[in-house]
């Protein structure tokens, strides 16, 4: 399992991984509901359950590409834009802050400033090379997605082989630790995005006020809060940084709304992730800090679900 874990995340495999889960599960969820729903034989509803689940995305990708074809094909260069507008953005820090703040800044402020928008830049010159990876992400999505949903449509083989029973142990181990993790992060960040989306399309509106890359920073959101802890802050600093190129009080209402909903965020991951994998916000974020260094931004979507599934397998074993 470890090997197969590394192995997956230097051959950049990692979109793939999380859809075979996401395909095995949902066919699960769905097998015993349209069982019932359409009164089919036992060994036939795994097999409309997967036929479903392989035919949502296309069906989704046949209604929405005709509309959001930029917005799915261009995310590359959309993003790139978005990075050298907030490294602008931070440039032009002084000009934008009301003068008697401004005028507080210590003279240190500006290399600080140059500094983070040098990173900003270095961040968007990478992504402009990331449209060919971007769109074979996508592409191992699907594969997964389908690879899980035959899977779970595959009749149970009785009994198993000592080989194929550890590795059944195993793969089940990590189908729970991507339940109780993934999906229920899943969730906190369709919460997240939600009422962002409300906040950047209704309230700001309200106030005659709009954010340039709206449906880029919700998107975004949805991205960004699908990583504990830390996808809310990379969340707060995008979005202030954005509503500053519009004015000081846009970035504080977008601070202040963030602050709120970001707080029943930690509440659900509290009593949610934190309770059922028995990991302490300390263990996240040094995970986190690690894989981010070692495999980039696919580390911290990794680092969480791959810690919670090691300890699983080390408290099974009776090590920890």
């Given amino acids: 399992m470890v090997a197969a874990l590394l192995l997956i995340m230097y051959q950049s495999l990692l979109p793939g991984l999380l859809c075979v889960c996401l395909g095995f599960l949902g066919s699960r969820w769905f097998s015993p509901r349209l069982g019932v729903l359409t009164r089919s034989p036992d060994h036939r509803a795994p097999k409309l359950a997967a036929t479903v689940v392989t035919l949502i995305p296309l069906i989704l990708i046949a209604v929405l590409l005709p509309r959001a074809r930029g917005v799915i094909l261009d995310a590359p260069a959309t993003y790139r834009e978005l990075l050298?507008?907030?490294?602008?953005?931070?440039?032009?820090?002084?000009?934008?802050?009301?003068?008697?703040?401004?005028?507080?800044?210590?003279?240190?402020?500006?290399?600080?400033?140059?500094?983070?928008?040098?990173?900003?830049?270095?961040?968007?010159?990478?992504?402009?090379?990331?449209?060919?990876?971007?769109?074979?992400?996508?592409?191992?999505?699907?594969?997964?997605?389908?690879?899980?949903?035959?899977?779970?449509?595959?009749?149970?083989?009785?009994?198993?082989?000592?080989?194929?029973?550890?590795?059944?142990?195993?793969?089940?181990?990590?189908?729970?630790?991507?339940?109780?993790?993934?999906?229920?992060?899943?969730?906190?960040?369709?919460?997240?995005?939600?009422?962002?989306?409300?906040?950047?399309?209704?309230?700001l509106p309200l106030w005659n006020q709009r954010l340039p890359y709206t449906m880029a920073l919700i998107l975004l959101t949805f991205a960004a809060g699908l990583i504990p802890i830390v996808g809310n802050l990379i969340c707060n600093a995008v979005l202030t940084l954005v509503g500053l190129s519009?004015?000081?009080?846009?970035?504080?209402?977008?601070?202040?709304?963030?602050?709120?909903?970001?707080k029943a965020e930690y509440f659900i991951n509290a009593k949610v992730i934190g309770h059922s994998t028995h990991m302490g916000v300390w263990e996240l974020l040094a995970v986190m800090f690690v894989m981010e260094a070692v495999f980039g931004p696919a580390g911290l979507v990794a680092g969480p679900l791959f810690y919670a599934y090691l300890k699983k397998e080390l408290e099974a074993s009776g090590w920890v």
């Fill in 246 to 262: 519009v004015s000081p009080w846009v970035a504080l209402a977008c601070l202040a709304f963030l602050v709120l909903i970001h």
């Fill in 84 to 203: 050298g507008f907030m490294a602008n953005t931070v440039l032009e820090l002084r000009e934008r802050l009301p003068f008697d703040i401004a005028a507080q800044l210590p003279a240190g402020a500006a290399d600080v400033q140059r500094a983070i928008a040098s990173y900003l830049a270095s961040k968007a010159g990478t992504l402009a090379i990331t449209g060919r990876a971007w769109l074979s992400g996508l592409l191992f999505a699907f594969v997964g997605l389908l690879i899980g949903a035959l899977a779970a449509a595959r009749p149970s083989v009785i009994p198993l082989r000592p080989l194929t029973a550890q590795l059944h142990l195993r793969l089940t181990r990590f189908g729970e630790t991507f339940r109780q993790i993934v999906v229920a992060q899943f969730w906190i960040a369709l919460f997240n995005t939600t009422l962002t989306a409300i906040f950047l399309l209704v309230v």
